[in-house]
């Protein structure tokens, strides 16, 4: 069965196929680590995940690469601002350094809790400044860049294609643009290298244009180039990359290598508050993966909602839609668990679930399929076996989960005692009503060989 995805560059459903029979090249762009990921940044990762999973359903063995963005970047897209480590650095009291690796230990533990997989290669800005300098030679003797008093430019002017991935109205652009460009000579120009001149910074590196540090977009092209070759199958990221950063990206490919990088652009739409448009790290008000867990949310919760919604569509995010993901999740973790173990996955279904998925990722038909499979009459065993199979796609981890072992209460175990003697004595009465009472508690009384036991009950 073939699997569709939307390719933002095309702006159409293509069926994929890859460059190698049976492997899948993707890159992924990962986070800035100047501060933690909100919850709005983990809904493209479990985006990405969710893509690798239907992938290596589908056969692909997946070579999935993500950076770490730890070079100190301008918090605006157009070259200028405050860097964001050195921000970071600032209002800590830790160097950029200390940072990145405290916001990279902290993003690595989310994505953890969240069930998504590691990624099959982690790679850092600052550990490949060399290939990105190599990048930027090669840009230039290809004759894209210019110099101005503070770094190297590309000049988008010279690429025909610029910006066809945004489809952007460059003309209109240019028009809007005309005063505060400062040196650019067109709004597009971005920088591949900035000079830090007089200034001090923690982050600095010798390059053949002089000390400075590289611009944001060109990491993800000398390292995509580096573990995935000049050209793969699919790079994914947020949709909010599709004007700038993955435009670049394309532009400094172009220049080297005369096509694209990736033959497929994937890209997540945005996790929205209620009653804001956005959740953006940079302004300080974003919901974290740790608030959820400070209200008492299983993190598995927030991706259940996040399977709700296509990943191209918006998805608004509350404490009462995240509720009922949570109810939702346990319903149907309680279920799977009191399901008998031992069956084979029923294979209509099988193909309906990969059809959905296969669907360009259509995970809330999947969901629902998985509360089909639990409402038709296919034995238990089969059930299960099914349940087990979409959830390598899903990922919200049914096979490892149990119920909570709670201590029974020594006032609950006196009571099971009470009516251990009252049975013995045949005094029937008494010990139903003693039952009661236990299940009043919360508990269940289950008589086994060995005596009674108490169980909690699932809620
Ligand atoms: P950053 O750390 O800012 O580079 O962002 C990391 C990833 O999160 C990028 O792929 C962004 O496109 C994505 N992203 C940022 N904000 C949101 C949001 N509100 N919803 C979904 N994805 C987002
Ligand atoms: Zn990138």
Same mark, same amino acid.
């Given at each position: ?12 459903? #293509? ?10 090249? +993707?890159?992924?762009? =990962? ?11 983990? !809904? ?23 950076? &770490? ?23 800590? =009291? ?19 809790? $969240? ?8 790679? !850092? ?8 300098? @190599?990048? &930027? ?25 610029? =910006?066809?991935?945004? #489809? ?11 005063? @505060? ?30 000390? =400075?540090?590289?611009?944001?977009? &060109? ?63 940079? @302004? ?22 996040? $399977? ?52 360009? +990722? ?14 038709? @009459? ?11 199979? +979409? ?21 609950? $175990? ?19 009503? $003693?039952?009661?009472? &236990? ?6 009384? !289950? ?13």
């Amino acid at each position: 069965m073939e699997l569709t995805l939307y390719d933002t560059y095309e702006r159409r459903l #293509r069926p994929f196929t890859s460059l190698e029979p049976g492997r899948a090249g +993707l890159y992924a762009c =990962g986070p800035t680590v100047y501060d933690y990921a909100h919850i709005g940044n983990l !809904r493209t990762y479990l985006f990405g995940d969710t893509l690798r999973r239907v992938l290596q359903l589908n056969g692909f063995e997946a070579r999935h690469v993500v950076n &770490i963005t730890d070079v100190g970047h301008l918090t605006s897209d157009a070259d200028s601002g405050e860097d964001k480590m050195e921000k970071g650095s600032r209002r800590t =009291g830790r160097s950029a350094w200390e940072i990145a690796a405290y916001y990279t230990q902290a993003f690595l533990r989310d994505l953890e809790r $969240l069930r998504i997989l590691a990624p099959t290669v982690w790679t !850092r800005a600052t550990d490949h400044i060399p290939e990105q300098i @190599d990048f &930027i030679a090669g840009i230039e003797r290809a004759g894209f860049t210019y110099r101005t008093s503070d770094g190297i430019y590309f000049d988008t002017a010279r690429l025909e294609r610029y =910006g066809h991935l945004a #489809r952007l109205d460059i003309a209109g652009l240019r028009a809007g643009h005309r005063v @505060d460009l400062g040196e650019k000579r067109a709004p597009t120009d971005f920088a591949l290298w900035k000079f830090i001149g007089d200034a001090t910074r923690q982050m600095e590196w010798d390059s053949p244009w002089g000390g =400075g540090f590289p611009g944001w977009h &060109i990491e993800c092209s000398a390292m995509s180039t580096r573990y995935l070759g000049a050209l793969f199958d699919i790079h994914v990221g947020g949709e909010d990359h599709v004007p700038v950063h993955h435009s670049n990206e394309i532009a400094q490919h172009e220049a080297c290598h005369g096509h694209p990088p990736a033959r497929y652009w994937l890209h997540g739409a945005f996790l929205r508050l209620q009653d804001s448009d956005k959740m953006s790290k940079s @302004d300080g008000s974003f919901i974290r993966l740790d608030s959820l867990l400070a209200r008492g949310f299983d993190p598995l919760a927030y991706r259940y909602l996040a $399977l709700t919604a296509h990943y191209r569509s918006k998805l608004v995010f509350s404490w009462t839609a995240l509720e009922a993901a949570q109810t939702a999740l346990g319903r149907l973790r309680r279920a799977y668990h009191q399901l008998p173990s031992g069956g084979t996955l029923d294979a209509a279904m099988r193909e309906r679930m990969l059809a959905a998925l296969n669907d360009d +990722l259509n995970t809330p038909g999947a969901l629902a399929l998985a509360w089909e499979v639990l409402k038709s @009459d296919l034995p238990g065993a089969v059930q299960k076996a099914t349940l087990a199979w +979409l959830d390598e796609a899903l990922g919200l981890g049914l096979d490892t989960w149990r119920p909570e072992a709670r201590a029974v209460p020594d006032a609950v $175990l006196a009571l099971i005692d009470a009516r251990q003697r009252a049975r013995a004595e045949r005094r029937w009465a008494d010990a139903d009503a $003693l039952r009661a009472e &236990i299940e009043a508690a919360g508990f269940a009384v !289950r008589d086994t060989a060995a005596g009674p036991v108490a169980e909690p009950v699932p809620a």
